[in-house]
């Protein structure tokens, strides 16, 4: 694990780091959906071992994957705050239970009998069973069968389409959960930028909490878990969400979360900045892209606890789908390398807009713009000579809350760091 030499300037002291962090706090789970997500797979947990249950005593081990496992969890659409919430079933099935029975049994078992609670809100899908939610959250759950004599957590997993019956499925090797803990391994927290992070999203939660007792809504429950994420956690859920962008009106399958997770896994802790982080990992992917593509093959990507669990199993499908997303990579990389260089706001909205979507961007520039305006008329910023752009004192780092909700926030949200 790479150690972190002290910074050498105030973490988030530049406009366009200030405002990445903005967008990312934007589009994240917030608090309260955490823990909403977290009370519903336990719920959802209990409901599979109840009395009558056909896998009652069967369920060994209930857990997060993928992103809820990491910290990275982003809404799955642009216009809509929808979040898809993964976690593991570990069944004490035999070894040799078929594709098809495995995914069919978790499915009988979460749906239930007619009239209960999740009867009209599971869905049988490929290799997991999704329960839908009416508030636009998504719990997929996925059948595991642990390989006894492997790593921990080692486990077989299904692949049927409920659609095609006759097709007899297949099994794959996965460790969903050696994945996460290779992953929080190489992206550790530096400090002193996690603090500052964590504060920006306390205060803009505190925010949304004021404006919810405005308008006489339920608050949002405050003394939670706190959001201390790595600079690489969090551009990660930024290549998410450009990811999301880019595809939004695409058909077919998205590069997936697991091997962008893994690649900036790989090249976590080679800077002090969050743009040039961003830049770093972007490069980085289109890196490794190109090496594959020029040698004429698709990508290859591996969970590196387990070299069977392959994370491009089902995506680049051909060798056009990876030049697609080559060429993604090539227009993010030129587009952050503006950022980090130095532009105008009106420049750097416009770049991060294209990259991030309208919402969170225009939210975040709404915010900056307000309150920092309050503090150039203040004497308390100055513009830096030749770029048209804004030096900021450390206190800037309290600029995230929602720019309709500016009352000094009670809260700070200090305590246990966040992992799920």
């Given at each position: 694990?790479?150690?972190?030499?002290?910074?050498?300037?105030?973490?988030?002291?530049?406009?366009?780091?200030?405002?990445?962090?903005?967008?990312?706090?934007?589009?994240?789970?917030?608090?309260?959906?955490?823990?909403?997500?977290?009370?519903?797979?336990?719920?959802?947990?209990?409901?599979?071992?109840?009395?009558?249950?056909?896998?009652?005593?069967?369920?060994?081990?209930?857990?997060?994957?993928?992103?809820?496992?990491?910290?990275?969890?982003?809404?799955?659409?642009?216009?809509?705050?929808?979040?898809?919430?993964?976690?593991?079933?570990?069944?004490?099935?035999?070894?040799?239970?078929?594709?098809?029975?495995?995914?069919?049994l978790l499915f009988e078992t979460i749906r239930?009998?007619?009239?209960?609670?999740?009867?009209?809100?599971?869905?049988?899908?490929?290799?997991?069973?999704?329960?839908?939610?009416?508030?636009?959250?998504?719990?997929?759950?996925?059948?595991?069968?642990?390989?006894?004599?492997?790593?921990?957590?080692?486990?077989?997993?299904?692949?049927?389409?409920?659609?095609?019956?006759?097709?007899?499925?297949?099994?794959?090797?996965?460790?969903?959960?050696?994945?996460?803990?290779?992953?929080?391994?190489?992206?550790?927290?530096?400090?002193?930028?996690?603090?500052?992070?964590?504060?920006?999203?306390?205060?803009?939660?505190?925010?949304?909490?004021?404006?919810?007792?405005?308008?006489?809504?339920?608050?949002?429950?405050?003394?939670?878990?706190?959001?201390?994420?790595?600079?690489?956690?969090?551009?990660?859920?930024?290549?998410?969400?450009?990811?999301?962008?880019?595809?939004?009106?695409?058909?077919?399958?998205?590069?997936?979360?697991?091997?962008?997770?893994?690649?900036?896994?790989?090249?976590?802790?080679?800077?002090?900045?969050?743009?040039?982080?961003?830049?770093?990992?972007?490069?980085?992917?289109?890196?490794?892209?190109?090496?594959?593509?020029?040698?004429?093959?698709?990508?290859?990507?591996?969970?590196?606890?387990?070299?069977?669990?392959?994370?491009?199993?089902?995506?680049?499908?051909?060798?056009?789908?990876?030049?697609?997303?080559?060429?993604?990579?090539?227009?993010?990389?030129?587009?952050?390398?503006?950022?980090?260089?130095?532009?105008?706001?009106?420049?750097?909205?416009?770049?991060?807009?294209?990259?991030?979507?309208?919402?969170?961007?225009?939210?975040?520039?709404?915010?900056?713009?307000?309150?920092?305006?309050?503090?150039?008329?203040?004497?308390?910023?100055?513009?830096?000579?030749?770029?048209?752009?804004?030096?900021?004192?450390?206190?800037?780092?309290?600029?995230?809350?929602?720019?309709?909700?500016?009352?000094?926030p009670r809260h700070t949200f200090y305590g246990?760091?966040?992992?799920?």
């Open positions: 694990m790479t150690m972190h030499k002290p910074p050498s300037r105030t973490p988030l002291s530049d406009p366009a780091d200030l405002l990445l962090a903005d967008v990312a706090i934007r589009v994240q789970l917030t608090r309260t959906d955490y823990n909403k997500a977290v009370d519903r797979y336990q719920t959802v947990n209990d409901w599979i071992e109840r009395d009558g249950s056909p896998l009652k005593d069967r369920a060994d081990l209930f857990y997060p994957q993928g992103s809820m496992a990491i910290g990275a969890t982003i809404a799955s659409k642009l216009r809509t705050d929808e979040f898809d919430i993964d976690v593991v079933a570990q069944l004490d099935l035999p070894p040799d239970v078929s594709p098809q029975e495995a995914l069919d239930g009998e007619p009239g209960s609670r999740y009867y009209r809100m599971a869905e049988r899908r490929t290799r997991c069973v999704t329960v839908n939610y009416a508030d636009d959250m998504h719990l997929d759950v996925t059948p595991m069968v642990r390989m006894w004599g492997t790593p921990d957590r080692q486990s077989l997993i299904f692949h049927h389409r409920a659609e095609a019956p006759q097709e007899p499925g297949f099994r794959l090797i996965a460790n969903p959960y050696g994945f996460a803990e290779w992953f929080k391994l190489n992206t550790p927290l530096d400090y002193a930028f996690a603090d500052i992070f964590e504060k920006r999203a306390g205060e803009y939660e505190e925010g949304l909490r004021m404006l919810a007792e405005k308008a006489d809504s339920d608050p949002v429950p405050p003394q939670e878990p706190p959001f201390r994420k790595s600079k690489a956690v969090i551009v990660l859920q930024l290549l998410k969400r450009w990811r999301n962008v880019q595809y939004d009106a695409r058909s077919g399958r998205r590069p997936p979360s697991i091997m962008i997770a893994k690649l900036v896994g790989d090249a976590a802790n080679h800077t002090e900045r969050l743009s040039e982080e961003l830049l770093h990992q972007a490069q980085h992917m289109l890196d490794v892209f190109r090496h594959h593509h020029d040698q004429g093959r698709l990508v290859h990507v591996a969970n590196p606890v387990c070299d069977e669990d392959v994370l491009t199993d089902r995506w680049p499908g051909s060798p056009r789908d990876q030049a697609i997303f080559i060429g993604d990579l090539e227009d993010l990389v030129g587009k952050v390398e503006r950022l980090v260089a130095g532009c105008d706001l009106a420049e750097m909205q416009e770049i991060m807009t294209s990259l991030f979507g309208e919402a969170p961007t225009g939210e975040a520039f709404r915010t900056f713009n307000q309150q920092v305006g309050d503090m150039v008329r203040d004497g308390r910023s100055r513009h830096r000579t030749g770029t048209g752009g804004l030096i900021l004192p450390a206190a800037a780092s309290s600029v995230a809350a929602p720019a309709t909700a500016r009352a000094t246990d760091d966040w992992e799920g």
